[in-house]
């Protein structure tokens, strides 16, 4: 696999800035005093334990929940701030692939790809179709498809269907909840060079949550482990295994995280530490 190339520093642009950042419910504490940037173009993978929040996150960063405290900026704008019409202004740069697809099962691929433009753009229909069947050739569909109901389709088909809806609005920015999950190996393969291809062809910032080892070395430029409460660290992987916490060793130096970094470049390939010296 090829590894996407991380931005350079200094041609960084931070589309997302999250500071201090607790949510609370009731007495559960899920963020507390959470950071987080995200930079224009790259790929940055979110991952984390049962609980630690991931998609309460996400959630949070689109507008869906509101912080307790903290701030958010989304192409420097406060969600949580804005006003509806202006909310709706700023997700359009937006694109949110839900973790099972999320298909309205009653209405048709076109129909759901369609969606996001009937509601948001004062179109033709005609325009709106010939859109939307371009959005489903675009993620390696054809219109033959364009009829079939939800219920007809694979998995990896309600996946690229639900991608093509997200791309609908043609955003800058794309949010995927668990993109691989439940397809077979090929099939995972397969979405992560249409994700890759449409990376670079789109010129997309891509935020992706994901507890699939493959999918996370084949596309991250760097990856955010949410612990404690905290974004613990933020960096690519070679970085981030450097960091010493129980969760980081468990995750990516175990025998099947380090199969899956054997597509990492040589150089930079992470390997286990060595036990300290009388350890059996």
């Not at 200094?10 to 007495?27: C, N, P, Q, S």
């Not at 209405?107 to 859109?131: F, G, H, K, Y």
């Not at 909840?177 to 397809?183: I, K, M, Q, R, V």
């Not at 974004?231 to 995750?251: N, T």
Request: neutral net charge; charged residues 25%.
């Amino acid at each position: 696999m090829n590894q996407p190339a991380n931005p350079s520093p200094a041609r960084r642009e931070t589309i997302i800035e999250v500071r201090d950042l607790v949510k609370r419910y009731g007495d559960n504490v899920v963020h507390d005093h959470l950071n987080l940037d995200v930079y224009r173009g790259e790929v940055l993978s979110i991952v984390g334990g049962s609980g630690t929040g991931k998609t309460v996150l996400l959630r949070q960063i689109v507008g869906l929940e509101r912080p307790t405290s903290g701030t958010i900026k989304v192409f420097g704008e406060s969600p949580a701030k804005l006003k509806p019409a202006q909310l709706q202004a700023l997700r359009n740069r937006w694109g949110l692939q839900f973790q099972r697809g999320a298909l309205f099962s009653a209405l048709s691929v076109i129909d759901n790809i369609a969606l996001p433009m009937r509601e948001l753009r004062a179109l033709p229909d005609n325009l709106i179709c010939q859109a939307s069947l371009l959005k489903l050739q675009l993620v390696g569909l054809s219109a033959k498809d364009a009829d079939k109901m939800p219920a007809d389709l694979s998995g990896g088909m309600i996946k690229r269907v639900a991608l093509a809806r997200a791309l609908a609005l043609e955003p800058e920015l794309v949010f995927l909840d668990e993109p691989t999950a439940g397809l077979d190996p090929m099939a995972s393969d397969d979405y992560v060079a249409l994700i890759r291809e449409l990376r670079r062809e789109l010129g997309l910032t891509v935020v992706m949550i994901t507890h699939d080892l493959d999918t996370l070395v084949a596309l991250s430029d760097r990856v955010a482990v949410l612990a404690d409460r905290k974004v613990l660290a933020a960096a690519p992987i070679p970085e981030l295994v450097k960091v010493d916490h129980p969760f980081i060793r468990e995750y990516f130096l175990g025998d099947r995280a380090q199969r899956a970094l054997q597509a990492l470049p040589a150089p930079s390939r992470p390997e286990a530490p060595r036990p300290p010296s009388g350890d059996t």
